[in-house]
């Protein structure tokens, strides 16, 4: 009788103290991610982008949420350009900590008007025009996340797109036309382009 409600204390000490551990371990985990991040990225093609990116449950914290946007004014090859950046998509990170190495997928945006100075137009007129340059890819990344409440983070990829070598220049003073070649970005071609970006901000809640 003594062994048995030894034996009973015994096992009703190491349950209390293994669902203590358990609550102890998710209590610091959920502390340690830090899901929600805000920040900026720098780097090509999008140059700079402000950046939210939220670790859900799925996957045991694995699986995040990202949001990238930015509306600048640009000049490239004496092309002002005007535009609007907008990506979202999925980091899946491969530990349980919301940090350290991920595989991201994601759809990219670009829309933007081009101000041309000096076109030569199908009329034989010559000044100044406007175009739009827009595109969209589809983006494969891995990256790294080092960091907890001020984070660092690198990106590597390239995204998948039909991109524009050429627009249309509509004049500014007239109807008249004229194609021109769209400013060299390095890494862009006309199949897609190299994704490569280094970011940091501040992990919340």
């Given amino acids: 009788m003594k062994f048995l409600l030894s034996s ?3 096992l009703s000490v190491v349950i209390g103290t293994a669902q203590n551990g358990a609550v102890t371990q998710t209590v610091e985990r959920s502390e340690s991610i830090k899901p929600l991040r805000i920040g900026t990225k720098l780097g090509i093609p999008s140059l700079i982008t402000l950046n939210a990116e939220y670790v859900t449950p799925l996957l045991d914290e694995r699986v995040a949420a990202s949001l990238d946007f930015i ?25 349980e900590t919301g ?16 101000t041309f100075e000096d076109v030569d137009f199908d ?3 010559y000044g100044p025009g406007k175009a739009k340059i827009d595109f969209s890819t589809i983006n494969f990344k891995v990256g790294a996340k080092l960091g907890r409440v001020f984070y660092f983070r690198v990106e590597l990829g390239y995204g998948f797109g039909k991109i524009p070598e050429t627009v249309t220049v509509v004049s500014s003073d007239s109807n008249a036309k004229a194609q021109e070649d769209i400013p060299n970005i390095p890494g862009m071609g006309s199949s897609g382009t190299v994704i490569f970006n280094i970011g940091f901000g501040f992990g919340f809640l």
Avoid: A, H, R
């Fill in 8 to 10: 009973i204390f015994l």
């Fill in 71 to 95: 509306s600048l004014s640009k000049t490239v090859d004496d092309v002002s350009i005007k535009y609007n950046n907008f990506e979202i998509g999925t980091n899946v990170y491969l530990n």
């Fill in 99 to 114: 940090k350290g190495l991920y595989g991201s997928l994601s759809y990219l945006s670009f829309k933007s008007t081009g």
């Fill in 123 to 125: 009329d034989g007129s």
